[in-house]
């Protein structure tokens, strides 16, 4: 196995995708569902949830966002929106990560000492299980970037796709070939960021 490290730095937000994808796609679907599961959450309260839109469903996805946004957006700006959001319809699939709302409820009632801290770690889950499902992508030489349209498009998805009322969608990570990788990234000043003790 590749040095963990390496995998991680592998995983970035490649927005150049078209839909031939390196893998199959039943492979990416196992893959995905594998990264999830595997995910840590709250109490194990396993809350995350994944659509996965292929073909004619991503293009529909893509038609609505873009059909919600555009009375939303500045005139001007619009053009722009709809170039980014034709470029992730050219992706071969997006997948839709939800929070599963009905567990959060539950746990706080359960446990109300910790009733603030669920709906928190719910969206620190949802973060650890998307970051996880790109990365094990990004590993098979899959590329991703993640995007959030919610809640613009929530409403819509959950009637079109017959989502449950308790899946709030978190994010949009869409899914395909390279085209072209991403450039160089910055990074901070580790004196700015870390602090170390007593080593
Ligand atoms: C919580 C979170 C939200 C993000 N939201 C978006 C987004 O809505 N649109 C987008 O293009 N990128 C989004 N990104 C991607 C970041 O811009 C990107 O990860 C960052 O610039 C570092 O680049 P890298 O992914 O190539 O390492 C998000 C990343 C995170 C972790």
């Given at each position: 196995?590749?040095?963990?490290?390496?995998?991680?730095?592998?995983?970035r937000?490649?927005?150049?995708?078209?839909?031939?994808?390196?893998i199959?796609?039943?492979?990416?679907?196992?893959?995905?569902?594998?990264?999830?599961?595997?995910?840590?959450?709250a109490?194990?309260?396993?809350?995350?949830?994944v659509?996965?839109?292929?073909?004619?469903?991503?293009?529909k996805?893509?038609?609505?966002?873009?059909?919600?946004?555009?009375?939303?957006?500045?005139?001007e700006?619009?053009?722009?929106?709809?170039?980014?959001?034709?470029?992730?319809?050219?992706?071969?699939?997006?997948?839709?990560?939800?929070?599963?709302?009905?567990?959060?409820?539950?746990?706080?009632?359960?446990?109300?000492?910790?009733?603030?801290?669920?709906?928190?770690?719910?969206?620190?889950?949802?973060?650890?299980?998307?970051?996880?499902?790109?990365?094990?992508?990004?590993?098979?030489?899959?590329?991703?970037?993640l995007?959030?349209y919610?809640?613009?498009v929530?409403?819509?998805?959950?009637?079109?796709?017959h989502?449950?009322?308790?899946?709030?969608?978190?994010g949009?990570?869409?899914?395909?070939?390279?085209?072209?990788?991403?450039?160089?990234?910055?990074f901070?000043?580790?004196?700015?960021r870390?602090?170390?003790?007593?080593?």
């Open positions: 196995m590749r040095n963990f490290l390496d995998i991680l730095a592998k995983r937000s490649i927005y150049a995708l078209n839909d031939q994808l390196p199959s796609d039943n492979e990416v679907e196992k893959v995905v569902k594998q990264a999830v599961r595997l995910s840590p959450s109490f194990n309260s396993q809350t995350s949830r659509a996965f839109l292929w073909k004619k469903e991503k293009e996805f893509w038609a609505y966002v873009k059909e919600l946004l555009q009375p939303l957006t500045p005139k700006a619009f053009p722009n929106t709809q170039k980014k959001l034709a470029s992730f319809a050219k992706a071969a699939l997006v997948c839709l990560f939800f929070e599963d709302v009905d567990i959060v409820a539950s746990l706080q009632k359960q446990f109300s000492l910790y009733a603030d801290n669920f709906p928190i770690w719910s969206e620190q889950s949802s973060g650890i299980a998307t970051v996880n499902a790109w990365t094990a992508l990004a590993e098979r030489g899959v590329a991703c970037n995007q959030h919610n809640p613009v929530d409403e819509k998805a959950a009637k079109e796709w989502f449950p009322s308790n899946w709030k969608l978190r949009q990570l869409v899914v395909g070939g390279m085209i072209a990788p991403a450039g160089e990234k910055e901070m000043a580790d004196e700015k870390f602090k170390s003790f007593g080593i």
